[in-house]
């Protein structure tokens, strides 16, 4: 079955560290680019990061220095270490598959899952 | 960076045509894409390239866009379409922010 399945959401204080997880199946996995796009409660969606197949790593400027995406295309899973949590870091984190057609890969997202919540709180 | 307008809520009756728009200074000059969120579940990409539709998308979903708006219209609303939508614009000459989403719009069928 084709699916991506999110993992290590929690409750966590601000300046504490949390490691999200994506298992990702049906599909070549290093093929994809994969991102993770996160909600706040009652928000719109916001991208957070991608990782190409090859590794190459794109961060939003509000995540840039303390979140870091990795993929471990041997395990067709992807990572996000969250460090120095803020309160405006509590969103559900849905990881999502980009799409590619004809050789060309872009920038949007053919396959969701169903997300892992995280809030940080004092 | 730049910034896409939905509005919060739209609401329609069965069978009618809904219409949930995405403004933006931008939209004339990339692509839209579109996104269906229905509660506890994960989105599903509804339309790329603004009026593509992925397989398995029912007709009556469709896209167009005219000027800095772009537009997602759905003829004979169902209550199954009850669900949050959001549209997404790609910058792809940006590396800081390649992805911008839309606020999203509740669409509620009465």
């Known amino acids: 079955e084709v699916q991506l399945v999110e993992s290590g959401g929690g409750f966590i204080q601000p300046g504490g560290s949390l490691r999200l997880s994506c298992a990702a199946s049906?599909?070549?996995?290093?093929?994809?680019?994969m991102t993770w796009v996160r909600q706040a409660p009652g928000k719109g969606l916001e991208w957070v990061s991608t990782?190409?197949?090859?590794?190459?790593?794109y961060y939003a400027t509000s995540v840039e220095g303390r979140f870091t995406i990795s993929r471990d295309n041997s395990k067709n899973m992807l990572f996000l270490q969250m460090r120095t949590l803020r309160v405006e870091d509590t969103a559900l984190y849905f990881c999502?598959?980009?799409?590619?057609?004809?050789?060309?890969?872009?920038?949007?997202?053919?396959?969701w899952g169903r997300g892992t919540l995280v809030t940080v709180s004092s | 960076s730049y910034e896409l307008t939905q509005p919060p809520s739209v609401s329609v009756s069965p069978g009618q045509t809904a219409r949930i728009t995405c403004s933006g200074d931008?939209?004339?000059?990339?692509?839209s894409y579109w996104y269906q969120q229905k509660p506890g579940q994960a989105p599903v990409l509804l339309m790329y390239?603004?009026?593509e539709r992925p397989s398995g998308i029912p007709e009556r979903f469709s896209g167009s866009s005219s000027g800095t708006t772009v537009t997602l219209t759905i003829s004979g609303v169902q209550a199954e379409d009850e669900a949050d939508y959001h549209c997404?614009?790609?910058?792809?000459?940006?590396?800081?922010?390649?992805?911008?989403f839309g606020g999203g719009t509740k669409l509620t069928v009465l």
């Open positions: 390239k603004d009026s």
């Open positions: 931008a939209v004339p000059k990339k692509y």
């Open positions: 049906g599909f070549t996995f290093t093929t994809y680019a």
């Open positions: 997404q614009l790609v910058d792809s000459d940006s590396t800081y922010l390649p992805v911008v």
């Open positions: 999502a598959k980009g799409h590619c057609s004809g050789g060309n890969c872009y920038w949007f997202f053919d396959l």
């Open positions: 990782i190409s197949g090859s590794g190459t790593t």
